[in-house]
């Protein structure tokens, strides 16, 4: 079974930053294209970063803007979120997500993250 697990969410003061993590396990993370969503309540999940597996193609939200950056550590079947430069609209749930061939589609539970002014 598939698992995502997010850590490191919370609050942070604009301007601030924060580091989310998300570990999996129950698949072989190397084989998987990982990426962060985040939902505002009320609104659609939009697509933060993404990370492909083998070539590292990366895409990032728009709104992104040089500020937030996607990495991973396929030995810790880790991908993490830098987000720095925090403002206020970054408050959200965020959220893992992990494709595999199949396809094999997995979303974390989520993670809190508020930013206050």
């Known amino acids: 079974q598939v698992q995502l697990v997010e850590s490191g969410g919370g609050w942070a003061q604009s301007g601030g930053s924060l580091r989310l993590s998300c570990t999996t396990s129950g698949v072989l993370f190397s084989g998987c294209a990982m990426s962060w969503y985040r939902q505002v309540s009320g609104k659609k999940r939009e697509l933060v970063a993404g990370?492909?597996?083998?070539?590292?193609?990366?895409a990032y939200g728009e709104f992104v803007q040089g500020r937030f950056t996607i990495a991973r550590d396929d030995a810790r079947s880790t991908v993490y979120l830098d987000m720095n430069h925090l403002t206020v609209d970054a408050t959200a749930v965020y959220y893992c997500?992990?494709?595999?061939?199949?396809?094999?589609?997995?979303w974390g539970p989520g993670i809190p993250v508020t930013v206050s002014s």
């Open positions: 997500h992990a494709w595999t061939s199949g396809p094999l589609i997995s």
């Open positions: 990370l492909r597996r083998a070539d590292g193609d990366i």
